[in-house]
Nanobody, 126 residues
Framework: QVQLIESGGRLVQAGGSLRLSCAAS????????MGWFRQAPGKDREFVAA????????WYADFVKGRFTISRDNAKKTVYLQMNTLKPEDTAVYYC???????????????????WGQGTQVTVSS
């Protein structure tokens, strides 16, 4: 079992930066891949980024490549999402999710993630 709590979301101006954190509890965190998803008002939830349990590989949605960076600290049981050059279209609730060990692939598929946080609101003003 893994419990996830996101933090760090707030109102920021376009062009600014934020770092989201996702604190996990549970003994098996270090064996889980982690992902960030987001949901804007009136839209479906979408994949943002993912990282393997060992940080050996990361994946990003095209719309955040070069602007967002996912990282994790297994000793602190925390995964981060550094967001730079924020745009108004990045406004959304951001969720972290944990993915139990499974074959590689489908990193952007919600159904491959078992545990979810409650989300943190990011609002980017123009």
């Amino acid at each position: 079992q893994v419990q996830l709590i996101e933090s760090g979301g707030r109102l920021v101006q376009a062009g600014g930066s934020l770092r989201l954190s996702c604190a996990a509890s549970g003994r098996t965190f270090s064996s889980h891949a982690m992902g960030w998803f987001r949901q804007a008002p009136g839209k479906d939830r979408e994949f943002v980024a993912a990282i393997t349990w060992s940080s050996s590989a990361t994946w990003y949605a095209d719309f955040v490549k070069g602007r967002f960076t996912i990282s994790r600290d297994n000793a602190k049981k925390t995964v981060y999402l550094q967001m730079n050059t924020l745009k108004p279209e990045d406004t959304a609730v951001y969720y972290c999710a944990a993915r139990p060990p499974r074959p590689d692939g489908d990193w952007n598929k919600e159904e491959t993630y078992t545990y979810w946080g409650q989300g943190t609101q990011v609002t980017v003003s123009s």
